[in-house]
C-alpha cells in the first residue's frame, strides 16, 4: 500500500477528549473516530489491525472445538421475557419497537438467542457437546463510556455458547475455553490472568475474568506473582484430554488470583507478603458456566442415553476485540506512538523513501516493495513528498515493527538501513540482505 494513496489521517496534536494513551494513540493514528459518545468508526489502518485481532480468535476458537454462525444484533424481547430477563438487566439495554410495534432490542449479548436456535435443531445427547460462537456487535447503553473503544457502547464481541449433557461435560467444555483464551491473549502479545470473578448479570456460579494488568485499568487485582511464570498451552494441547485440560486448569486456578469483587483477604494475607501482586487490570475476556439458567425457563433439553429428557448445562464465554486493541497499545508503546506485537500489526513492513523522485531510491524502493509483497509481506510504502522528520514521526507512531529507510546517501551504495521498532537498533545492509532478512 502506497501512503500517497492510503487514508490514514495522522493528527500532530495530542486529542483533548483522549484521557488515556490507547485513546490518544488511536486517534492521532488515524485508527478511529468518534461519531457520537461511546460510538467509533473504525478507519482502514484501526481495520486492519481489529480484523488481524479476529483471525486469531477464530483460529484458537476452531481449534477448541467451537463452530462458527452469526446471529442478528436486533432480538426479540420475547425470547428475554421468556427467559427472565427482559425487564431484570437494566437501562444498559438499548430497547426498541419495530413498525408493527413489536418490542425489539439490539442485543447486549446472545444467551437467549443461540438457546432457541439449540433448542430448535438438537434433539440428543449424541449431538453433543456442541459449542457454537461469533463475533459480531453488541450494544449496552454505558451510563459513562469513556477511554475510547476501551469502553463503548457499540462494540464487538466474540461470544461462544457452550451445550452439555451434564454439569461434569460443562466443566470440560469451560476448561476448554479456559485454554482456548491462555492461547489467544498469549498470540496477541498479551500476559493475562485469570481472575476468579462475579457472575453479574449473566448468571451462574462460575466465572473468571482475563486480565492484563495496566495502571489505567478498572478493575483492581490481587493475585500471586507467579503468574507471570506459568506456561502457556502448546499448540497441539488436545481439547478432548479431559484429565489434561483440568490439569492445566488446576494449575492455573490453584494460586490465589480476584478481582475486587471476588477479593478474600485472608486468602491473599496467606500469601507470603514477597509474593503478592496488588495492581489495576484491564479485563480483556470472560467465561462463564451457568448450568440451566437459561436451558430451564427456555425448555432446552435432549434425551439423553437413558431415554429420558434432560436440561442441557450451558456456559458463555466472551472476547472484547474492539476492547483488545487498545488494551496491546496500553501494554505496549512508548513515548513515540504504539509497538505493534507482529501478530497484529496493520503492516509488516513500513518502507521509507526519503527522496522521492531520487532514480536511485525509486529504484530500490519499487524493488523492495514489490519483492516483500510478492513474499507475503504487507508493506506500507511512504512514498509523501513530507519531510524526514515527519516521515519518522509516522512511523514510530503506528508502531509498525520494521521500518525500512532508503535515502540517497546509502541507496548509492546499494544499501539501506533497518530499523526495529521495539528495541530502536539500527542496521545498514545490502537490498539483498534486507529481501533475505524480511522475506524470508
Known amino acids: 500500500m502506497r501512503l500517497s494513496r492510503y487514508f490514514m489521517p495522522i493528527l500532530k496534536e495530542n486529542p483533548k477528549e483522549a484521557e488515556i494513551v490507547s485513546h490518544r494513540l488511536m486517534l492521532r493514528a488515524g485508527m478511529i473516530r468518534q461519531q457520537s459518545q461511546g460510538i467509533y468508526s473504525w478507519l482502514p489502518l484501526g481495520k486492519r489491525v481489529l480484523d488481524k485481532v479476529n483471525a486469531i480468535i477464530r ?16 432480538q426479540s424481547a420475547e425470547l428475554w421475557q421468556e427467559s427472565g430477563r427482559y425487564d431484570a438487566y437494566g437501562k444498559e439495554m438499548l430497547r426498541i419497537k419495530d413498525r408493527q410495534d413489536r418490542p425489539m432490542l439490539y442485543g447486549p449479548t446472545n444467551e437467549e438467542m443461540v438457546t432457541d436456535i439449540f433448542r430448535s435443531y438438537v434433539r440428543s445427547y449424541k449431538s453433543l457437546p456442541l459449542n457454537l460462537y461469533h463475533i459480531q456487535l ?36 469451560y476448561r476448554k475455553m479456559f485454554a482456548a483464551y491462555l492461547r489467544t491473549f498469549s498470540r496477541l502479545g498479551l500476559r493475562a490472568i485469570p481472575m476468579r470473578a462475579d457472575t453479574g448479570p449473566i448468571g451462574g456460579n462460575l466465572s473468571h475474568e482475563f486480565i492484563i494488568l495496566a495502571d489505567t485499568g478498572e ?29 492445566i486448569f488446576e494449575k492455573w486456578t490453584s494460586v490465589y488470583a480476584a478481582t475486587s469483587e471476588m477479593h478474600d483477604e485472608a486468602a491473599f494475607d496467606a500469601i507470603p507478603e514477597a509474593d503478592r501482586l496488588s495492581a489495576r487490570g484491564i479485563e480483556v475476556g470472560h467465561i462463564f458456566y451457568f448450568g440451566t439458567k437459561y436451558s430451564e425457563p427456555m425448555g432446552a433439553k435432549v434425551q439423553g442415553p437413558d431415554g429420558k429428557e434432560h436440561l442441557v448445562h450451558m456456559g458463555s464465554y466472551g472476547i472484547g476485540p474492539t476492547r483488545l486493541v487498545p488494551a496491546i497499545i496500553e501494554a505496549s508503546h512508548d513515548e513515540n506512538g504504539i509497538i505493534w506485537p507482529a501478530s497484529v500489526a496493520p503492516f509488516d513492513v513500513v518502507l521509507i523513501n526519503m527522496k522521492p523522485g531520487d532514480e536511485a531510491c525509486d529504484r530500490i524502493c ?38 525500512v529507510i532508503v535515502g540517497p546517501r546509502s541507496a548509492a551504495s546499494g544499501e539501506v538501513e533497518v530499523k526495529d521498532r521495539k528495541t530502536g537498533v539500527r542496521d545498514v545492509l ?5 529481501m533475505n532478512r524480511l522475506a524470508g
Do not use: C, W
Not at 483460529?59 to 436486533?74: D, F, K, V, Y
Not at 507467579?226 to 479431559?242: L, R
Not at 545490502?430 to 534486507?434: C, G, M, N, P, Q
Open 138 to 173: 453488541k450494544f449496552r447503553d454505558e451510563i459513562r463510556p469513556r477511554f475510547g473503544t476501551m469502553r463503548s457502547r457499540e462494540f464487538l464481541m466474540k461470544d461462544a455458547y457452550s451445550f452439555d449433557l451434564t454439569k461434569e461435560d460443562a466443566e470440560h467444555s
Open 219 to 247: 478493575s483492581e487485582v490481587f493475585s500471586h506473582k507467579d503468574f507471570v511464570n506459568f506456561d502457556i498451552p502448546a499448540e497441539d494441547t488436545d481439547f478432548d484430554d479431559v484429565a489434561g485440560l483440568k490439569a
Open 366 to 403: 519499487d524493488d523492495l516493495y514489490a519483492g516483500l509483497a510478492k513474499a507475503g509481506r504487507d508493506v506500507l510504502y511512504d512514498d509523501t513528498d513530507e519531510r524526514a522528520g515527519t516521515k519518522f514521526a509516522t512511523a514510530d507512531l503506528i508502531g509498525v515493527p520494521v521500518q
Open 59 to 74: 483460529e484458537e476458537q476452531n481449534r477448541s472445538g467451537a463452530i462458527e454462525l452469526l446471529m442478528p444484533t436486533l
Open 430 to 434: 545490502t537490498v539483498e540482505a534486507v
